[in-house]
């Protein structure tokens, strides 16, 4: 089983457009990412869930359009919501999917998979960056961190 957190790329500050979209960098970073991670990694989903939030939406829209994905807005994936929504979920048969959304809830449900304490700090995300995990036994373990800059 596998799931994959994508934090959304870069995004234009509130002053140039409230609604917060992303900039002509964040749409490349995003892309570049998606495109190395389905074309070299082997990165599948079959379902996409974005924040609703519009640089989250964009950024799961270029994923959802290379995978043949339709993306969905999900819930509890805002900034500051709680992780152990979507850890419960995915104790469950969820397997192939990408949630796009932000820190520090992405951190906080990435460190909640691995060490099981929300508050630990185990992996850097990076705007447009992802990072997959896989289930190993009873936990999880990290099998792709994949930040802009390396794509």
Do not use: C
């Not at 500050?13 to 609604?19: L, R």
């Not at 079959?46 to 339709?70: C, K, N």
């Amino acid at each position: 089983m596998s799931v994959y957190l994508v934090q959304h790329g870069q995004a234009k500050t509130e002053d140039e457009d409230p609604e917060r979209s992303l900039t002509d960098r964040g749409v490349d970073d995003a892309g570049r990412v998606a495109r190395l991670s389905v074309d070299r990694l082997g990165v599948r989903a079959g379902r996409i869930f974005h924040s609703g939030r519009s640089r989250a939406r964009q950024t799961a829209e270029i994923w959802g359009r290379l995978l043949g994905v339709a993306v969905e807005q999900g819930d509890a994936l805002a900034p500051n919501d709680d992780p152990a929504t979507w850890a419960e979920r995915l104790a469950g048969d969820a397997d192939g999917l990408i949630l796009v959304g932000h820190l520090p809830h992405l951190g906080r449900l990435a460190a909640l998979l691995l060490t099981g304490d929300s508050d630990d700090t185990v992996i850097s995300f990076r705007p447009g960056g992802l990072v997959g995990l896989e289930r190993a036994g009873t936990g999880w373990a990290v099998s792709v961190v994949l930040p802009p800059e390396a794509a």
